[in-house]
């Protein structure tokens, strides 16, 4: 049974899954890290104002633990002259930004604003408490200023740091936000030295090489602007040194494709020139022996660990989004296709109009012929008496359309004394009107023929569509260099590699081998390296082998997975089921499938099969769910005996949450969440009933734990409260148990004296 209220409040922490406890401790693991890195960042001998921007550009749920760092970082010994001071202020920063969300401003400005007024007033406060002096005065407006621009960088950069798949698909302008709170942090360390060699200096000139080497020169030397500036605020003596690393990064990134060595080599020189140049009168010896160190390092970390920071400076190379010449072409094909159907239906009926015989002209026309041709009344009944003549074969012809046949007592009485064969003229006018309703229903049949020869041609225009839309959904290729670098570390070459995005952000790997290795391929291990390369978490391998190549597909792991059970139970008496359901995956989608055949036993169990196959086999092919229902609908209309079935289909995208319920003549489907069912019931025809379909469409958002139930119309009889009492109330069984217990149930309750088949297929979305 469900759990009351306050036990889902109280274990909703509890019972989260492992690895999303994880991720959550994960997260204020580094926000605490950060608040304690940037609160240490003291500046122009005492002032520390990256704390404060920390604080206020934090979101309010991870605001707590930069702060709860940023406090132990601010009393901790070595940190800021006034650390009462510095607490207030992000205190004051929190209070402001909180209160502007509150507000509902997201403006850019406000969080630096907040930032800079923390400062700013206690900066005064304090300025106040010692006397107004004009250089400390000057000293706390700049820091204000500091402290505002700080916040800006850092609120672009903080949620990089939470959720490492952003880092892919930077833009320059984030590159750049990254790249200078990364020195802001760094400045925290540049205090600490090792044989008057700063380690901050140390880290951030390994930063340019790996910008240099990843992202060329431009990359270079942003990093290389980034890092001289910032840490020259910690030490200003060294302030003309370090604007040798722009010119470094920049000359280093000129020569990052000659390889790791040329990038340290170019650097190193173009740095020892730069710093010759502008610093005559400072030591040079401690920045010298700083980037001999952080060549060192670079030269020695390992290609699997390097290639994983590659991905910050990766370039983008988006495909033209110009239609190609195959997306023209289907895209004239449909168009071609769309107006010979219409051509088709115009001419056809034009056709049924001028072709269209009517009865009484072919009645009075065999009447003269093969009756009255030889008569001797001839002249009177058809010149004298005509209007009576023809408005007693009227009479008749409507008794004929009425009956399909006439005796003497339909003749009107003022005919029956005046011909003198009446018997052969009967006879006649029954096997006259015989024919033309032979010929009327042939006709018929040519014209329904030829409507559903241009709705199959319809149909076709709209495969042709989708394959249109399809070639011109907008992917982004991305750089295959940690792609290759994981499979060699795997001990597997890649003749061709390549990583994309697709048009909603999700990525998928695909590599061919140069050989087919002659070991076994450690897939656990592969995945977990491409998912370190790429900065996503993947799945597969999905492995083909064709004509000696070996090709290894991989795709981003889905947020959700679905567990689901399905029970069918025949008619008593019956060895068939007249109902299909069916589960499949396909590119990170879940297809729930359920249709009911007109009736029961073999022939309902053949329509929604073919129902059910047809649709498969379409969706897994590519094609739309619009263009796989009229498809259906058509396959149903062109077999010989008169048949229909319903279609339930749901589509769930399984990193979203996102559904699309489809539904032709199908019963309600029913949706629990958050404790309570809600019943949807859209009304529809089934298939293979008209040409037209008109199926309904309703558009979900799926969370986890929510439950979907498609039941067959065999499962409900007169009123479906208990059904959805029973799925509101029933407890958290596997699917498949819950659902062979709903359609037993079902069955048990069926007191209309009209037995049916019973299927449930029921769905839950849970995490991955």
């Known amino acids: 049974m469900k759990k009351n209220g306050w036990a889902q409040i109280s274990g909703a922490f509890i019972t989260q899954p492992a690895h999303r406890l994880s991720h959550e401790l994960t997260v204020a693991a580094v926000c605490f890290a950060i608040g304690l890195t940037s609160s240490r960042a003291t500046i122009f001998g005492g002032l520390a104002p990256f704390g404060v921007a920390a604080v206020a550009a934090a979101e309010k749920k991870e605001a707590l633990f930069v702060l709860l760092g940023a406090a132990c970082g601010t009393f901790l010994p070595g940190g800021p002259a006034y650390p009462a001071r510095y607490l207030a202020a992000m205190a004051a920063a929190l209070i402001f930004h909180l209160l502007s969300a509150g507000l509902g401003s997201h403006h850019p400005i406000v969080i630096p604003l907040c930032a800079s007024t923390a400062a700013g007033l206690t900066g005064l406060a304090l300025l106040i408490a010692n006397g107004l002096q004009p250089h400390d005065a000057a000293l706390y407006f700049i820091e204000m200023v500091i402290c505002g621009c700080s916040a800006f960088f850092l609120s672009k950069a903080l949620p990089l740091f939470r959720e ?50 990843f992202g060329g020169s431009g990359a270079g030397c942003a990093a290389g602007a980034s890092v001289g500036l910032i840490l020259s605020l910690g030490e200003p003596n060294t302030a003309p040194l370090l604007a040798g690393f722009a010119f470094g990064g920049l000359i280093a990134g000129f020569f990052s494709p000659l390889g790791r060595f040329g990038n340290v080599m170019a650097f190193f020189c173009a740095d020892l020139a730069a710093g010759i140049n502008l610093g005559a009168n400072t030591n040079m010896l401690p920045i010298t022996i700083a980037s001999a160190c952080s060549s060192i390092l670079f030269l020695l970390i390992p290609e699997t660990l390097l290639c994983r920071a590659s991905i910050l ?72 008496a005509s209007k009576d003549t023809k408005d007693a074969l009227r009479s008749l012809t409507n008794t004929l359309l009425q009956t399909g046949i006439i005796n003497r007592q339909d003749v009107p009485s003022h005919f029956t004394g005046r011909c003198c064969q009446l018997g052969d003229l009967l006879s006649v006018l029954n096997r006259s009107y015989a024919e033309f309703a032979a010929r009327s229903a042939a006709q018929r ?95 597969g391998p999905f492995m083909t082998r064709a004509s000696g190549n070996t090709v290894l597909r991989f795709r981003q792991k889905p947020t959700f997975r679905i567990s689901y059970g399905q029970t069918s139970l025949c008619k008593d008496g019956e060895r068939l089921c007249g109902d299909a359901a069916s589960v499949c995956q396909l590119n990170g989608q879940a297809l729930l499938l359920l249709s009911d055949g007109m009736g029961t036993g073999g022939a309902a ?151 049916d088949d019973i299927t449930v297929l029921a769905a839950r979305l849970e995490h991955a």
Request: charged share 25%; aromatic share 6%; net charge negative.
């Open 313 to 384: 400076f990766i370039s983008l190379r988006e495909r033209r989004s110009t239609r190609s010449s195959e997306e023209v072409r289907l895209s004239q094909a449909a168009v071609a296709l769309r107006n010979a159907s219409q051509t088709i239906s115009n001419v056809g009926d034009r056709l049924a109009t001028i072709q269209q015989e009517n009865p009484f002209d072919c009645l009075c026309s065999d009447a003269s012929r093969y009756t009255c041709a030889h008569c001797g009344m001839r002249h009177y009944c058809w010149e004298t």
């Open 605 to 755: 169990a053949v329509n929604a099969g073919v129902t059910l196959d047809i649709a498969v086999k379409l969706l897994q092919a590519g094609f739309g769910t619009k263009a796989a229902l009229q498809a259906i609908n058509s396959a149903l209309m062109l077999k010989a005996d008169e048949s229909f079935s319903t279609l339930d289909l749901a589509q769930i995208d399984l990193y979203t949450g996102e559904t699309d319920l489809f539904k032709a003549g199908a019963p309600p489907t029913y949706l629990r969440r958050h404790g309570h069912t809600d019943r949807i019931s859209p009304r529809s025809l089934p298939l293979g009933i008209v040409s037209d379909i008109n199926a309904s469409h309703t558009k979900l958002h799926l969370s986890c734990d929510d439950l979907l139930v498609i039941v067959s119309d065999g499962a409900i009889a007169e009123d479906d409260a208990w059904l959805i009492h029973y799925i509101t109330e029933s407890a958290d069984d596997s699917m498949d148990i819950f659902s062979k217990h709903l359609a037993e149930a079902a069955k048990e309750r069926r007191s209309d004296g009209h037995e």
């Open 164 to 213: 490492p798949s952003k880092l892919w698909n930077l833009s320059k302008r984030d590159l750049i936000n990254l790249l200078i709170s990364i020195c802001i942090l760094l400045l925290a360390f540049e205090p600490l030295k090792v044989y008057q060699t700063s380690i901050g200096q140390i880290a951030g000139i390994l930063v340019i090489l790996i910008a240099a080497n």
């Open 445 to 539: 049949q040519i014209w329904e023929l030829r409507r559903m020869l241009s709705g199959q041609w319809d149909i076709l225009a709209s495969f042709l569509d989708e394959l249109s839309g399809k070639a011109r959904i907008q992917e982004t290729d991305l750089s295959s260099d940690p792609v290759r670098s994981a499979l060699a570390v795997c001990g597997l070459s890649a003749a061709q590699a390549a990583c994309r995005l697709d048009d909603k952000g999700r990525m998928s790997v695909e590599a061919r081998l140069e050989s087919i290795p002659q070991t076994a391929i450690n897939q656990t291990e592969l995945t977990a390296e491409l998912s370190a390369a790429c900065g996503r978490n993947l799945e």
